[in-house]
T-cell receptor, first 113, second 115 residues
Framework: AQSVTQLDSQVPVFEEAPVELRCNYS??????LFWYVQYPNQGLQLLLK??????LVKGINGFEAEFNKSQTSFHLRKPSVHISDTAEYFC???????????FGSGTKLNVKP | DAGVTQSPTHLIKTRGQQVTLRCSPK?????VSWYQQALGQGPQFIFQ???????QRGNFPDRFSGHQFPNYSSELNVNALLLGDSALYLC??????????????FGPGTRLTVL
């Protein structure tokens, strides 16, 4: 079975500061890894994904994440956040050939002016 | 190209009632998955439909059932509603032939409130 742990339920940060949202997963098989963003009263939008290849993946809105197999982590980073990045971020895993996601409990990013 | 659409946007029901939520997949997609997102939690997989049959199911009771129509649209039915069924219900569509989860697209969700 797969599981996802997002260690921080809330992350407050000032505008233009860097941010890291942490995600750890457990799985006995190879997985695909994803970060989704959810703005208030909206559905999920894909930020970025790791399927294979380079462990550093870049996504939309200046976000990037690094896959670390030995630490089973997939932390999300942005060097300089904006007010508009205020949202909830979900880490998710899915097995290859298995169209089903396991989501973490989410991290609320609150960017302050 | 329309993405995944869901209806209604919001719904209020009372305990014991039954509810039906609807989802139209992205054009060209043939597989529909449903997720429940309770307040303060991540989405939880309910079930997935392909070729009008349920082929995967998460840890949800039989009160949760679904249907997929020949045009690939889908319904989620919940019977004997409980207060704990209050949540955002998300629909996601994908293309079976690709067998790649990164091709899934999520709809905006239906907010169900059970009083």
């Amino acid at each position: 079975a797969q599981s996802v742990t997002q260690l921080d339920s809330q992350v407050p940060v000032f505008e233009e500061a860097p941010v890291e949202l942490r995600c750890n997963y457990s799985s006995s098989v190879s997985v695909y890894l994803f970060w989704y963003v959810q703005y208030p009263n909206q559905g999920l939008q894909l930020l970025l994904k790791y399927l294979s290849g380079s462990t550093l993946v870049k996504g939309i809105n200046g976000f990037e994440a690094e896959f670390n197999k030995s630490q089973t982590s997939f932390h999300l980073r942005k060097p300089s956040v904006h007010i508009s990045d205020t949202a909830e971020y979900f880490c998710a895993v899915s097995r290859y050939n298995f169209n089903k996601f396991y989501f973490g409990s989410g991290t609320k990013l609150n960017v302050k002016p | 190209d329309a993405g995944v659409t869901q209806s209604p946007t919001h719904l209020i029901k009372t305990r014991g009632q039954q509810v039906t939520l609807r989802c139209s997949p992205k054009s060209g997609h043939d597989t529909v998955s449903w997720y429940q997102q309770a307040l303060g939690q991540g989405p939880q997989f309910i079930f997935q439909y392909y070729e009008e049959e349920e082929r995967q199911r998460g840890n949800f009771p039989d009160r949760f059932s679904g249907h997929q129509f020949p045009n690939y649209s889908s319904e989620l039915n919940v019977n004997a509603l409980l207060l704990g069924d209050s949540a955002l219900y998300l629909c996601a569509s994908s293309l079976e032939a690709t067998q790649r989860p990164d091709t899934q697209y999520f709809g905006p969700g239906t907010r169900l409130t059970v009083l």
